[in-house]
């Protein structure tokens, strides 16, 4: 399921961004499209201009997002069970596994959609995410915030008490590529991270797209990856 609604703060449109000449919902419609394991690739939007660029390139629109499904205090997980009971009325069918796959990450390949696809299968998990490890230097034990009377002090409990690098437990981030949910899980307890939950660990750059600078950054990695 590609979540894609029109509105955005940051940058309009956003899913109708280009990098090298390609839309978001482009770049993330070829993607899928060509990973192994899937049997249906939709689009979840409220916008008619999002949709047909998804119909475009290959995406299935079996629906119209309604109003209560969009806006930005919204969650995942109604728009996943809006998405996936709607396809499965259209399809007369029960889906296993729902995959959410933001248009907003545009370096994502199909190797590492189709790994989260085996781990979240192979070993029986309810929920997988992929994920970075976070360097030491932006380690949640070494961050920093503002109380209620404005002055410093660690983010976490066991901040002030860090010396070296070697006593931080390695962090992670995750990194908006992929999302798998078991249909059991995601219907019966309303959650995208589950109790019995894995992770396919990726390195190398990533992309996020809420600012036009994160899509130039984007536009060079992809640019230079192109050569």
Known sequence: MIPAR???????????????GKSL???????????????????????????????????KAHFVRPKEHSGDN?????????????TEKKKNCIFDIVLMLQPTAPLRT???I???????????FETVWTVHKVDDKYHPDKQLKLNEKGNL??????????ISR???????????????ITRQFLIEKEQILGFKNGSVI???????????DDLVYAEKIISKNCK
């Open 6 to 20: 029109g509105g955005s703060k940051g940058i309009p449109k956003k899913n109708l961004k280009k990098i090298m």
């Open 25 to 59: 919902i482009q770049i993330v419609s070829e993607c899928v499209l060509n990973t192994k394991y899937i049997d249906e690739a939709i689009i979840s939007s409220d916008d008619h201009e999002i949709i047909d660029e998804a119909k475009k390139f290959g995406l």
């Open 74 to 86: 919204i969650g995942d997980v109604p728009v996943l069970k809006h998405a996936l009971i709607e």
């Open 110 to 112: 199909p190797s590492q």
């Open 114 to 124: 189709e790994k989260v696809i085996i781990e979240i299968i192979s070993k029986n």
């Open 153 to 162: 002090e660690f983010f976490t409990k066991k901040g002030k008490d860090i």
């Open 166 to 180: 070697q006593e931080l437990s390695d962090s992670y981030m995750k990194n908006g590529i992929a999302y798998a």
């Open 202 to 212: 990726l390195s190398g750059p990533i992309a996020n797209i809420d600012t036009i």
